[in-house]
C-alpha cells in the first residue's frame, strides 16, 4: 500500500491547511516552545527535533518532539520521511521539518509542511545559546532576545 500524498486531499485543502499552519506556526516561536525546545537541545543536542501542530483536539496544540519519535508515531505512513530528511540534509541546516496532524475523518493523518530558512544562522546560534549558556531562564531570555532581533526568517514551501 502506498503512502497518501498531499494530492490525496485536494488542492483547495492543501492550500487551507498550509495558510493555517503558516499561521499558527508563529506559536512556536513562543516562550512556551522555547521552553519545549531548551530541553530537547540539551539533553539529545545531536538528534533531529521537529515541530509538530496538532489539530485533533479542536485546536492547535504545539510541541517539539524527537524527529524519531514523531516517525514512529506515524503508523499509517503518511508523510514521506525519507524524501523529507534528504531534502533537510542537503539544505545545510536550512531547513526545518514541521507536521501538521489533522482528524481526516476516520483517523490523524499526518501531513508534512517543511519550512526554509535564508541561513543556517538562527538554529545554529539557537544550538549555541543551549550549549554555551548556563541557566534555563539566560539561555530562554538570550533566545528570545535573539528571535525578536533576527526573526526566522521562513518560506514555507
Known amino acids: ?15 487551507f491547511m498550509r495558510i ?25 543536542p545531536n538528534e533531529p527535533r521537529i515541530s509538530v501542530i496538532d489539530y485533533t483536539n479542536g485546536e492547535a496544540t504545539p ?13 499509517h505512513r503518511d508523510v514521506r520521511w525519507d524524501d523529507h530528511l534528504a531534502r533537510a540534509a542537503a539544505s545545510g ?37 543551549s550549549r554555551e549558556v548556563p541557566e534555563d531562564t539566560d539561555a530562554l531570555d538570550s533566545m528570545k532576545k535573539f528571535l525578536a532581533e533576527n526573526g526566522r526568517l521562513l518560506v514555507h514551501q
Not at 512556536?28 to 537541545?41: K, T
Not at 514541521?98 to 476516520?106: A, E, Q, T
Open 1 to 15: 500500500m502506498s503512502a497518501p500524498t498531499h494530492a490525496d486531499i485536494g488542492a483547495r485543502n492543501i492550500k
Open 20 to 44: 493555517l499552519f503558516a499561521t499558527d506556526a508563529c506559536e512556536l516561536e513562543s516562550s512556551e516552545s522555547l521552553g519545549m525546545l531548551l530541553p530537547l537541545m540539551r539533553t539529545e
Open 63 to 75: 510541541r517539539i518532539t524527537l524527529l524519531a519519535e514523531e516517525r514512529a508515531a506515524d503508523t
Open 93 to 129: 541546516g536550512r531547513m526545518e521539518l514541521r507536521v501538521m496532524i489533522v482528524w481526516d475523518g476516520k483517523r490523524k493523518r499526518r501531513l508534512m509542511f517543511p519550512t526554509r530558512s535564508v541561513s543556517s544562522e538562527v538554529p545554529d546560534e539557537l544550538m549555541r545559546i
